[in-house]
């Protein structure tokens, strides 16, 4: 007994010496389930601030709605973003990053019929899968941009100008017609968004609640078709 006191004293010792205690064994699965609980209760706080920023407006919109929406209390929504303002941001934030990623086809080929085609497949999808964010967005911009306009001026433009840079370039190898590049962009920008903006007047227009996922993903591929019409773009191995 004493050389099994002795080897579980020497087994303490050194779990010691090498910094090593059972609460801190057991701490990192706490944090990383304490992490888990935060990002969900996040996701839930931002997707349904979306809803109600975009039902009600900045102004319209309370906290006390926003949570209960959430079904959290306003304290916790409080924990995780101080004032209304502050998940307001943290809302245009996250779709500037999604709209980021969704240019990532300009990176990713050097063929304008498959970037700008990529791009705008990524945009049409954004806008079916988060057209009240879009809604948000275009509201705080129709409002004079008050809350945003770092965003607008340390992101969206930087990241705009380099996506010109290469619009520019496909022009100068006749792989584009002779478009004016912001304004490129900006046409593509009112259509896809048009989709989840004006999705209202598009039902009411068409006669359907709702286009069905398949009718949506068609008027995708049409719109695709118009603006690789309407910029004149051709794949490098056309003129080859």
Not at 72 to 93: D, G, S
Request: hydrophobic residues 40%; charged residues 30%.
């Amino acid at each position: 007994m004493r050389h099994t006191r002795q080897k579980n004293s020497t087994m303490r010792h050194d779990d010691t010496a090498n910094g090593i205690t059972a609460n801190e064994e057991a701490a990192p699965p706490l944090r990383r389930r304490r992490a888990q609980i935060r990002e969900s209760n996040e996701a839930q706080l931002l997707a349904c601030a979306e809803e109600v920023f975009a039902e009600k407006g900045l102004e319209g919109a309370s906290t006390a709605m926003i949570a209960e929406r959430a079904g959290l209390p306003k304290a916790n929504l409080h924990y995780y973003f101080p004032t209304k303002l502050a998940l307001y941001r943290r809302v245009l934030e996250d779709l500037f990053e999604d709209w980021h990623r969704a240019a990532d086809t300009f990176e990713c080929s050097d063929d304008p019929v498959e970037a700008i085609g990529g791009y705008v497949r990524a945009k049409m999808e954004l806008s079916r899968r988060r057209p009240l964010g879009s809604k948000v967005w275009a509201s705080e911009i129709i409002h004079g941009a008050h809350h945003m306009q770092d965003i607008l001026n340390e992101r969206v433009k930087p990241w705009l100008d380099t996506r010109v840079t290469v619009i520019e370039g496909w022009i100068a190898r006749g792989l584009l017609a002779q478009v004016e590049p912001d304004t490129f962009m900006f046409m593509i920008w009112a259509i896809t968004q048009h989709y989840a903006d004006f999705d209202a007047q598009i039902r009411a227009l068409k006669g359907k609640r709702a286009l069905t996922r398949r009718a949506f993903d068609e008027q995708t591929e049409e719109v695709v078709r118009l603006v690789i019409r309407a910029c004149g773009a051709v794949s490098p191995r056309c003129g080859q």
